[in-house]
């Protein structure tokens, strides 16, 4: 019983994060990348952003360690450690925020620009050592 149980749950579960990706990816389709989106001061406005809103859920090169994440589920991703996000979807969630999820809309907060700015970080983010992220933030 317990097992089936944990199944359809599973199932569940699965079947709602297939539901969000797929309405995350239609509604983020027609959006318009900024052309300037691997610009210097673009990347540099999102790092100071992103230092002051996002680490304490994503963590970043060098900050492996803090408070506020542990205790979240879903578990915010490691924004460093994976591939970039496409844009216009990392736009989308960044501006929408993730139902159910500790992910906030900061479309209530920051212009759309800021938003960019913050996307045009996040493309560069894997790719940073602790050094690139301290420079930049500094
Ligand atoms: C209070 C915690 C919290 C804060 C602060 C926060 N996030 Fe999130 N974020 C989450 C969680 C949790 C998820 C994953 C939700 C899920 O998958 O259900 C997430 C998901 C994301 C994703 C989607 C990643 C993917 O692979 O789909 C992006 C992009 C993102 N956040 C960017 C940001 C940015 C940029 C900031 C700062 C402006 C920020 N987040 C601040 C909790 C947070």
Partial sequence: MAA???TL???AQLAAAFLRDRSIEVRAHSLVVPQDLSGSARVAAGAA???RECTACHLAPGVTRAQLRRGLYPHPPNLAEQRPPDPRRAFWVIKHGIKMSAM?????TLEDAAIWDLVAFLEQ???MTAEDYQRITR
Avoid: E, K, V
């Fill in 9 to 11: 749950q599973r199932a």
């Fill in 104 to 108: 906030p809309a900061w479309g209530t």
């Fill in 4 to 6: 089936w149980r944990a």
């Fill in 49 to 51: 952003r992103y230092a």
């Fill in 125 to 127: 983010l894997p790719a």
